[in-house]
Structure formats: structure tokens, C-alpha cells
Antibody
Framework: EVQLVQSGAEVKKPGESLKISCKGSGYSFTSYWIGWVRQMPGKGLEWMGIIYPGDSDTRYSPSFQGQVTISADKSISTAYLQWSSLKASDTAMYYC???????WGKGTTVTVSS | DVVMTQSPLSLPVTLGQPASISCRSSQSLVHSDGNTYLNWFQQRPGQSPRRLIYKVSNRDSGVPDRFSGSGSGTDFTLKISRVEAEDVGVYYCMQGTHWLWTFGQGTKVEIK
């Protein structure tokens, strides 16, 4: 079965760092782009960026460039989304999705609060 | 960036009645390869989005045939021929032709 399994919910304080993960299985991880999508509470879907694990080619939305880092470790079929200094406004659900947009992770809830 | 504009943003529908959602893009979604990468997604409460339609009018596997997509260029429509209770949720159009891929604002479908 093709699936993306995301890491669990996180509760952090402003200024802390965070790295969440998305592990692919059931397909060739290096052959498909993985994207990250943000959904703030009660709001719509926003593309943050995409990565091609085969060569680590990465593209960011201008809205998220410099705010997050997207990476991948193809040896363990896992993509990552990380923050060096969280803000309260980073509170959201984060989804990973495989190119083709059919395979989605269940989402990781990130809550940033003092 | 390509701006995707959906209307209406809220759509109360009577069970068994049709529903229609419009999606307009700020520029043509025809790719240089000749395809139009316009997708429709359904997001039920508490769930991840699910793709219903790809390349304007192709239904994904398992999607009921009461869902249909149409359109071309910059103007697209998702239709539900007879709304059922399980169709409640938010529907998004999304273009995959131009990077940055972009979603519409979402249309909330609810039962009257």
C-alpha cells in the first residue's frame, strides 16, 4: 500500500526549533516529488514547497522561503519540514503529499504557544 | 503567482439537489505539454484532502459519478448532480500547471 506516514503532534514555545517528518512507503520514494501544505486553523490550503528526493531539488513558495527548510533523506524514504525559530503564527496542520496529489499524509498538528 | 478564485465560498444545498462550484484562474492553465492541470479536492471535516478530479474532468478511482468537472483555459466548474449527506465538506480547486501550485480559497458545502 502506498502511504505517507507523518510524525505526531507537537506543542512548542515561540523561539524553539522543530523538525517534522513524512515517511513514504509502498513506492519508489526517489521518483516522486513530496510537497508540504499548511492549513491554519479554520483556513484553506497553502503550498509551502516541494522536494524531489532523487536529487534533493527543492522549490519554495515565496511566502515560506527563508521561514522553513524542506529536506529529504532518501536512505530512509523520509522528507522533513523544519523551523529554526517558531512563531505563534506557525500554529497549523501540516500535510505532506506526493506529486500527483492522490497520496496525502494524515497531517501533523503544530501548536506554538507560550 | 496564479490566483485561483472560487465562488461561492459557501454553498447550502438541499439533499438530492445539484450543486455547482466555479473556479477561475488569473492566467491560462494550459501547460506547454498541452495538458491542463486543474484538480478538484474534497476535504471532509477532520480529514486530509482527497483528490476527486484531475486534468479538469477526469474522476479519480472510487469517486462517485455524481461528481463531474468541466472547463478550459481559465474557467472551470465542479458539479455534483445530486448532493448526498457524505458530500458535506470544503472543496478546493488547485492548479498544478505553474509553480507555485496554488489552491482556491475553498467552498464550504453544507446541507440546508
Amino acid at each position: 500500500e502506498v502511504q505517507l506516514v507523518q510524525s505526531g503532534a507537537e506543542v512548542k514555545k515561540p523561539g524553539e526549533s522543530l523538525k517534522i517528518s513524512c515517511k513514504g512507503s509502498g513506492y519508489s520514494f526517489t521518483s516522486y516529488w513530496i510537497g508540504w501544505v499548511r492549513q491554519m486553523p479554520g483556513k484553506g490550503l497553502e503550498w509551502m514547497g516541494i522536494i524531489y528526493p532523487g536529487d534533493s531539488d527543492t522549490r519554495y513558495s515565496p511566502s515560506f522561503q527563508g521561514q522553513v527548510t524542506i529536506s529529504a533523506d532518501k536512505s530512509i524514504s523520509t522528507a522533513y519540514l523544519q523551523w529554526s525559530s517558531l512563531k505563534a503564527s506557525d500554529t497549523a496542520m501540516y500535510y505532506c503529499v506526493r506529486s500527483g496529489y492522490v497520496v496525502w499524509g494524515k497531517g501533523t498538528t503544530v501548536t506554538v504557544s507560550s | 503567482d496564479v490566483v485561483m478564485t472560487q465562488s461561492p465560498l459557501s454553498l447550502p444545498v438541499t439533499l438530492g439537489q445539484p450543486a455547482s462550484i466555479s473556479c477561475r484562474s488569473s492566467q491560462s492553465l494550459v501547460h506547454s505539454d498541452g495538458n491542463t492541470y486543474l484538480n478538484w479536492f474534497q476535504q471532509r471535516p477532520g480529514q486530509s484532502p482527497r483528490r476527486l478530479i484531475y486534468k479538469v474532468s477526469n474522476r479519480d478511482s472510487g469517486v462517485p459519478d455524481r461528481f463531474s468537472g468541466s472547463g478550459s483555459g481559465t474557467d472551470f466548474t465542479l458539479k455534483i448532480s445530486r448532493v448526498e449527506a457524505e458530500d458535506v465538506g470544503v472543496y478546493y480547486c488547485m492548479q498544478g500547471t505553474h509553480w507555485l501550485w496554488t489552491f482556491g480559497q475553498g467552498t464550504k458545502v453544507e446541507i440546508k
